[in-house]
């Protein structure tokens, strides 16, 4: 493919993805993007100019991010300035629900592996039982243990055994992953989000 | 819960970087500009052994064309002399020219304070 060619291409996947704007400010960013890579491409560095640009998408996202910023800041009404201070606080917020979510699954993982800890130190006091009336189930430590029951109260059922301590690990490597896996994925999510310029 | 704090050192590093690379990115652009009027080009050309400023093509295209919606800097379309290709020429308004002058004595204040409390390294 001639040089040529490759920047009109690019050109035009810039063009589309810039479709948000006006057209007289669409037409200039294009220019000049088309004074940049024929210049490069005159020097023979077409290929480190592109990669440097990155994707017509990316590219003409940073120029929008660029503009939004600018509007609301400079004479944006009550609705932009809430928009663009929202994307801003967004990052921060991400973390906040990320670090949230999971610590939830993680303090989830630490119960069950206490539990599979106290079923093998203290089998009388760790159990998972299920209460004969209610349904309630009931899994951990407890002290005094649920069995034997207050006297005129039903007394619960111990359905695991020796088994609760296979059970309660299982259950606290799973939570654990879920922990690391919704962990990983907030981060993710925080680093895609490109941060607006807001100076 | 370690798992979660393992990620943050690199994160929050990457983050702040890009924060601190955003206000000076501004201030060297202008500061070049201000010894002479130059194209998107001819600033990349400038700054292409001064990595750490962290402009590159993609980033500084958009930077200039906020700064002229803002006034600070003015852009003039100019073709070569016996031809060629056409480039825009960006140049210092008095706006930017104010804008510069208070960003300098602001930067030089915030250099030599955080200097004196984080030390340059020896």
Request: net charge positive.
């Amino acid at each position: 493919m001639s040089d040529a060619t490759r920047i009109e291409d690019y050109l035009r996947a810039l063009s589309r993805a810039l479709r948000s704007l006006p057209e007289r400010d669409r037409d200039d960013i294009v220019a000049e993007i088309r004074a940049h890579l024929e210049h490069r491409a005159g020097e023979g560095r077409l290929d480190a100019a592109i990669k440097s640009l990155g994707s017509p998408e990316n590219c003409a996202r940073t120029f929008i991010e660029e503009m939004k910023i600018q509007t609301a800041f400079a004479d944006g009404g009550p609705a932009k300035t809430f928009g663009a201070l929202l994307a801003l606080a967004s990052r921060r917020a991400t973390a906040t629900a990320g670090l949230f979510v999971s610590l939830v699954f993680f303090l989830l993982a630490a119960g069950f592996a206490f539990t599979a800890l106290a079923e093998i130190v203290t089998p009388d006091l760790a159990g998972f039982w299920i209460g004969p009336e209610s349904g309630n189930i009931m899994i951990g430590a407890f002290e005094p243990p649920p069995v034997p029951a207050p006297p005129g109260e039903p007394a619960p059922r111990e359905i695991m055994g020796r088994w609760l301590i296979l059970f309660a690990a299982g259950m606290a490597v799973l939570f654990f992953v879920i922990g690391q896996w919704l962990s990983r994925f907030f981060i993710r999510l925080m680093i895609r989000r490109k941060s607006p310029t807001a100076i | 819960m370690q798992v979660y704090l393992q990620y943050q050192p690199t994160m929050d590093v990457e983050t702040w970087k890009s924060q601190l690379r955003k206000g000076a990115a501004e201030l060297a652009v202008l500061a070049l500009l201000d010894t002479g009027a130059r194209s998107g080009i001819g600033l990349l050309d400038a700054l292409a052994d001064r990595p750490a400023i962290g402009l590159s093509d993609g980033s500084i295209y958009p930077l200039l064309n906020r700064l002229e919606r803002e006034g600070r800097i003015a852009g003039q379309w100019e073709t070569p002399k016996g031809g060629g290709r056409g480039q825009k020429i960006y140049s210092l308004t008095a706006e930017g020219a104010a804008a510069l002058r208070s960003m300098r004595s602001a930067w030089t204040g915030f250099r030599n304070d955080l200097t004196a409390i984080v030390g340059e390294r020896r």
